[in-house]
């Protein structure tokens, strides 16, 4: 079945550190994979999208990277502030006429200063 | 502009009550999308308006969930006979044109109690 694995323990990193999160999926062929940004108590807020030809995006001190051979993206956040601690979702697409985005669960990050 | 709104913020309701959640999309947003989001679980696809086609209501969990779109703008998303399992977060979401690559914008999502 697909799947869609991030990684399921909270992340703790101190201030001025690089967090660098994981999105893993299975049986999957997307076109396009989307990062977005949940606060407690809010909804998910839209942070990078990247296309299944782009190895790259970056976005001020966010960079992800889509590697459709391993399977997996990486999201960094570069030069950590306490302000960056939520929870990080990454979302699949195939595109085409599948219009639906395929979540995964999510990983908390928390900065410490 | 304004974003995407939702109304009520919280509603404590009684088990075996019907209760209807309202959404408010972006202007000019042609895709709407419901989801429910549980504690410690990701976010779970309800049902999918775009523009004048018939929704996609493949995540829907059971009969008693419904919901429709007047107009192409608002919707309304309307659980019948609740029960505690439904008690959860829903969001809605609007986009542009509802690809695959179009961001979606969320509402600050309405929290369901059931009793």
């Known amino acids: 079945s697909q799947k869609i694995e991030q990684n399921s323990e909270a992340l703790n990193i101190q201030e001025g550190k690089t967090a660098t999160l994981t999105c893993n999926y299975t049986n999957y062929s997307p076109a396009y994979l989307q990062w977005y940004r949940q606060d407690p108590g809010r909804g998910p807020v839209f942070l990078l999208l990247i296309r299944e030809n782009e190895k790259e995006k970056r976005k001020e001190r966010l960079?992800?990277?889509?590697?459709?051979?391993?399977?997996?993206?990486?999201?960094?956040?570069?030069?950590?502030?306490?302000?960056?601690?939520?929870?990080?979702?990454?979302?699949?697409?195939t595109g085409g006429n599948n219009r639906k985005l395929i979540w995964g669960l999510g990983t908390s990050l928390a900065v410490n200063p | 502009g304004a974003g995407v709104s939702q109304s009520p913020s919280n509603k404590v309701t009684e088990k075996g009550k019907d209760v209807e959640l309202r959404c408010?999309?972006?202007?000019?947003?042609?895709?709407?999308?419901?989801?429910?989001?549980?504690?410690?679980?990701?976010?779970?696809?309800?049902?999918?308006?775009?523009?004048n086609s018939a929704p996609d209501k493949s995540g829907l969990p059971s009969d008693r969930f419904s919901a429709e779109r007047t107009g192409g703008s608002v919707s309304t998303l309307t659980i019948q006979r609740t029960q505690q399992e439904d008690s959860a977060v829903y969001l809605c979401a609007s986009s542009l044109s509802g690809g695959g690559s179009d961001t979606q914008y969320f509402g600050p999502g309405t929290r369901l109690t059931v009793l």
């Open chain 1, 63 to 93: 960079k992800v990277t889509f590697d459709t051979t391993l399977k997996q993206s990486l999201f960094h956040i570069t030069a950590s502030q306490p302000a960056d601690s939520a929870t990080y979702l990454c979302a699949l697409a």
């Open chain 2, 24 to 51: 408010d999309p972006i202007s000019g947003h042609t895709a709407l999308y419901w989801y429910r989001q549980s504690l410690g679980q990701g976010l779970e696809f309800l049902i999918y308006f775009q523009g």
